[in-house]
């Protein structure tokens, strides 16, 4: 069974940083290129950041570039995403995407991120 967990949301002040983290287990993690994606209230499902198989080469929204780094341990399963300098319109359901075809294509349960003073 596939299960794509994250982890590492929260309330912050603005200017302040989190980590994200999604844990996969039941696929073969480093073939699957991975994502976040993120919610906000009212609006559609956007993608934040991507990174391929190795982790060599990475792909930002460019609502976070300069702000939030992806990254992936494929000996852990994990992938991360540090986000800082946070600002309001950050706050969203930040979602991990793990996706290796049209068929091989899972989503975790998400986690809140809120950027409140």
């Known amino acids: 069974q596939v299960q794509l967990v994250e982890s590492g949301g929260g309330l912050v002040q603005p200017g302040g940083s989190l980590r994200l983290s999604c844990a996969a287990s039941g696929i073969s993690f480093s073939i699957y290129v991975m994502s976040w994606y993120r919610q906000a209230p009212g609006k559609e499902r956007e993608l934040v950041a991507t990174i391929r198989r190795s982790g060599t080469s990475t792909k930002y929204a460019d609502s976070v570039k300069g702000r939030f780094t992806i990254s992936r341990d494929n000996v852990k399963n994990t992938v991360y995403l540090q986000m800082n300098s946070l600002k309001f319109e950050d706050t969203a359901v930040y979602y991990c995407?793990?996706?290796?075809?049209?068929?091989?294509?899972?989503w975790g349960q998400g986690t809140q991120v809120t950027v409140s003073s």
């Open positions: 995407n793990a996706n290796f075809d049209s068929v091989n294509d899972y």
